[in-house]
Every structure is written in structure tokens, then in C-alpha cells.
């Protein structure tokens, strides 16, 4: 294989982990947060950094909302602070580092883990979504003539093509009935016959895979043991300390065709790892439960645990869909909140708002604000915000926070914020203090 398409290679065997430690909440906390990234940002963040961090995730999921920046970019700068955006572009589609499929949900995943990946094409060419393969099929050629106009003039948005047949009369006026334009480009792009090369003001730009990768996909994906361990380096890479439970929640099985849906399947797995000295075994005082972390990050936990306060004071808000707080029940017990998206909600069913993003203090989620970005104006918009749980900022706080809403103005370009509801009424005279001096 060439560069960035080699097959996954498992980690040599290593020696026996060392003896469980104890550790403290906040040391907990803080060694979560060193692991996503979340901590010191650099000054002057370029494309070496947003690839580094992508590799320390593991992924960005790529989303459509777009209440202000969409999430993925959100994901970058909750970590780096203000960035240029085309760099993100340039790794995915010009540098090839990257490439688009589903780990978490639909993601950029880093080009080197293209191979096991690859299962998911080779798993749908054996079993094709029904009424997906049953259109093309009524649409004779349909497939032949997208795949020859791909090849004879190159990459196509769904706006490229000319003289394909219309949605067949049975199917019109049904809900969930796509164009056949649409199902065959995502039929060969399910099946591998094509990848999406690029991206236009968002919308998918498709190409013949062998146009796309570096190198041609293999024939085979690696194994099912393979994959599985994959998914937990990732997931013990990207969240530092997770439970047994946790293997499955981070890179979801279903996307790499396993099964780790049973405890004893994971807790069989974790042995493993631990035999092969790749996984250590940690305590948090005052729990019974057993927590795992790589060995590989042992340097940086050691690191953490002798810092006389371990908690930075590094404050950020986090999309919705942060690699951070992706799961909610893991969410609700390592910081205490029960928190979700609430933009497919009906308005008066919403408690914190449309896009609600989490404020991260000293390694606790602390409150939120809802913004919206009135691009043409020049106005973030908070539509609500609030500090729960009983947290009273101080004036650290307060000044990280200024810090922090500037660099998000400057972010999307705006210039000022207008704000809506707040509380409690401290942060409210503080906002609206905050938008008097911009």
C-alpha cells in the first residue's frame, strides 16, 4: 500500500502494564481534557496543528447545522482558538490527509485508517440498501451513465449531470423518495465506486475512487480483531479514561462491521489489550468501578498527577456535537449534566435553546449560550444563556470568558453580540455590560 491507505498494523506487544492507580475527580478531569486537546491553545494554529488534533480525536463529524460556524469547525477552534478554515479544506481535498466517512456519525476521519474503513463498502456491495438497489435497478443504466460522465469529465456535484431520468411516477409525491440522481450517488458511493473528492459551498463533489485515494483500496478489509482494536485505541486515545461501557460509544461498532454490544465481548477485548501491555487499569476514589487508559498516554497522566492543581484554567464552548460530550450518558457522569441537542425540537419544548453550546471551566460544564450568527449584520445573537448547577462565575472567570467571546466574534466575523434572555442576573449585567464595550 502507499502512503496514507496502509494497511492497520497492531501495536507491538508491550510489557506488563503497571499496578492500578487511584485518582483523584479532578485529576480524572484533568487527563480527559489533556487527551481531546483541551487545555493550551497555540498561537498561531496551522495545518500541522488542526492535523495533529484530528489524529488525537480520531475524527470530526461533519454536520449541517449551521447556527453560527457548522460543527466541525466549531470541534477546531474550542481547541485552538480562531483559525483559517481553508486549511481544513486543503488537508481533506487537496493534501488527501483526510477523507469523508462514518465513525461516529459522518465524519473526517484521517486518510492512514482509510483501509479499515473500508469494510463498510465491501459489507454493502454484499448486502445493498433495498429500495435503493430496486430504483437503480427500474432505472436501467442509470449507474452506467452517472459512473461514465464522472469518468469522461471528471469530478460532479448533483448539479453536473445532463439527460438522467426523473423520479419514476410510483414513487412521486412519497416522503421519503429521492431522486435517482441521488440514490445512484449514493449507492456507488456506499458501494466505493466513488468517494466524495471535494466539497462545493458544502455540497458533495463525487469522483472515481481511484481518483481520490492515494493509493487503491485494498482487497480485503483488516480483521474483525483488528477492527476491534481499533476502536478502542481510538476511543482510549480520544477520551483518556473510559469505563468498559465506554468502548462502545465513541467510533461506533456498527460502523466498522463488529459487535461490542455485549459486555463480555468488551471486557474479553480490555483483557486482551491488558495482557498485551497496551492498556493499564485506573480507580476514582470513592467508586468500585474499573477505568482503562492506554499505556502509551501513561507519561501524560504521570504528568497530571503530579500537577499541584491539576485543572487548567482554560475556558471554551463546545458544539453540540463535540467529540468531548458526543455521548450524553457518559456526559451526565463524568461532568454531572444532562445535556442534548434540542434544534430538532419543537421551539416550546426547548429548555436551554436551538444550538446550545456548553461552556467548558476548569474541567466543568458550567452553563451555556445559544447563539446565532446574523452573518449580513454583523451580530452574534444570544439568544439564552445561563449558568447552572449553582456556579457563581468569579472574576477568573468572567475575563476568560470575555477572552473567549472576542475570539468567537472575530471567528465568524462578526462584530458585536445582541443578547436575549440570561441568567443568573449577574451574568446578565455582565453581558450586557460586555456588549456595551464592543
Not at 473500508?118 to 442509470?142: A, C, F, Q, S, T
Amino acid at each position: 500500500m502507499g502512503r496514507g491507505t496502509g494497511a492497520y498494523s497492531p501495536q507491538p506487544t508491550m510489557p506488563s502494564p503497571p499496578t492500578s492507580i487511584t485518582l483523584t475527580k479532578d485529576q480524572q478531569l484533568a487527563f480527559i481534557l489533556e487527551c481531546q486537546g483541551l487545555g493550551k491553545r497555540p498561537r498561531r494554529p496551522g495545518k500541522a496543528d488542526i492535523s495533529a488534533l484530528i489524529d488525537r480525536l480520531g475524527y470530526l463529524q461533519i454536520d449541517t447545522i449551521q447556527a453560527v460556524r457548522r460543527s466541525q469547525y466549531l470541534v477546531l477552534w474550542s481547541r485552538l482558538g480562531s483559525y483559517n478554515v481553508e486549511l481544513l479544506h486543503q488537508l481533506a481535498y487537496k493534501d488527501r490527509a483526510l477523507f469523508e466517512g462514518y465513525s461516529h456519525m459522518l465524519s473526517y476521519i484521517p486518510m492512514a485508517h482509510f483501509p479499515l474503513f473500508w469494510i463498510r463498502h465491501l459489507e454493502y456491495r454484499k448486502k445493498p440498501h433495498p429500495w435503493m438497489e430496486r430504483m437503480v435497478k427500474e432505472l436501467k443504466g442509470l449507474e452506467g451513465d452517472v459512473l461514465c460522465q464522472i469518468k469522461e469529465r471528471g469530478a460532479h456535484t448533483s448539479r453536473g449531470f445532463s439527460g438522467l431520468p426523473d423520479i419514476p411516477d410510483k414513487y412521486r409525491g412519497v416522503t421519503w423518495a429521492w431522486r435517482p440522481l441521488r440514490v445512484a450517488l449514493e449507492h456507488l458511493w456506499n458501494r466505493g465506486e466513488l468517494l466524495i473528492s471535494d466539497r462545493d459551498n458544502f455540497t458533495r463533489v463525487y469522483d472515481l475512487t481511484e481518483r481520490v485515494l492515494p493509493s487503491p483500496p485494498p482487497e480485503s478489509a483488516p480483521s474483525e480483531d483488528e477492527r476491534k482494536r481499533y476502536i478502542a485505541r481510538t476511543t482510549l486515545k480520544a477520551w483518556g479514561l473510559i469505563t468498559e461501557r465506554d468502548l462502545a460509544q465513541y467510533v461506533l461498532p456498527r460502523a466498522l462491521y463488529v459487535k461490542l454490544s455485549n459486555s463480555r465481548i468488551r471486557e474479553k477485548l480490555l483483557r486482551e489489550m491488558i495482557d498485551r501491555g497496551e492498556v493499564g487499569t485506573a480507580q476514582m476514589e470513592g467508586m468500585e468501578e474499573t477505568f482503562y487508559y492506554l499505556t502509551d498516554l501513561k507519561p501524560q497522566l504521570d504528568a497530571v498527577l503530579r500537577r499541584r492543581k491539576p485543572l487548567p484554567d482554560f475556558l471554551t464552548l463546545l458544539s453540540p456535537f463535540d467529540n468531548l460530550i458526543c455521548d450524553r450518558r457518559r456526559t451526565k457522569r463524568v461532568f454531572g449534566v444532562d445535556y442534548a441537542l434540542e434544534a430538532y425540537k419543537p421551539p416550546q419544548q426547548r429548555l436551554r435553546g436551538y444550538f446550545a453550546m456548553p461552556i467548558l471551566w476548569r474541567g466543568r460544564l458550567v452553563g451555556y449560550i445559544d447563539p446565532r450568527l446574523e452573518r449580513k449584520r454583523g451580530v452574534i445573537r444570544v439568544d439564552n444563556a445561563e449558568l447552572e448547577g449553582g456556579f457563581k462565575g468569579d472574576d477568573a472567570f468572567y475575563s476568560h470568558l470575555a477572552k473567549i467571546l472576542r475570539d468567537f466574534l472575530g471567528f465568524h466575523g462578526a462584530e458585536r453580540i445582541e443578547v436575549g434572555r440570561a441568567k443568573p442576573p449577574s451574568l446578565k449585567r455582565w453581558l450586557s455590560e460586555f456588549k456595551d464595550k464592543m
